[in-house]
């Protein structure tokens, strides 16, 4: 009897060991879950946070390129201005030189030369050396 008592109070203390053992395991899974909650509770806030970023970053991207957009559709450069108003300048100055004999009534304006027509209207100075 005496043997079934020692291997009682045995048992005893084993069951214990693994109720210990058990209450450690299940705290040690309940902090790692814990942990795993937290970690995702932080990705999804970083995800939204970067959603966030990212979309008013790409909202100042659009506008911006609106903006440029528009500034180059409304100003044109200040050379292209100048270079247009000498170039409609230049077609005013020669418009009554040109005007008759656009009408077919005069003979070409002074001071333009005619081409003489050639086969091909295309200038090749190589060309020249070979024929």
Do not use: C
Request: aromatic share 6%.
């Amino acid at each position: 009897m005496a043997s079934y008592l020692a291997q009682e109070v045995q048992l005893a203390r084993r069951h214990d060991k693994i109720l210990s053992q058990r209450l450690v395991l299940l705290q040690q899974m309940e902090n790692h879950l814990g942990d795993k909650k937290t970690e995702k509770t932080s990705q999804t806030q970083a995800a939204d946070a970067a959603y966030k970023r990212n979309t008013a970053l790409l909202n100042d991207i659009e506008a911006a390129e609106k903006r440029l957009q528009a500034r180059i559709h409304l100003q044109p450069h200040p050379d292209v201005v100048n270079l247009e108003t000498l170039y409609w300048a230049s077609v005013e100055e020669s418009i009554p030189k040109w005007e008759q004999f656009l009408l077919g009534r005069a003979q070409t304006p002074v001071g333009f030369k005619k081409k003489k027509s050639t086969k091909y209207n295309i200038s090749h100075p190589e060309g020249a050396a070979q024929r």
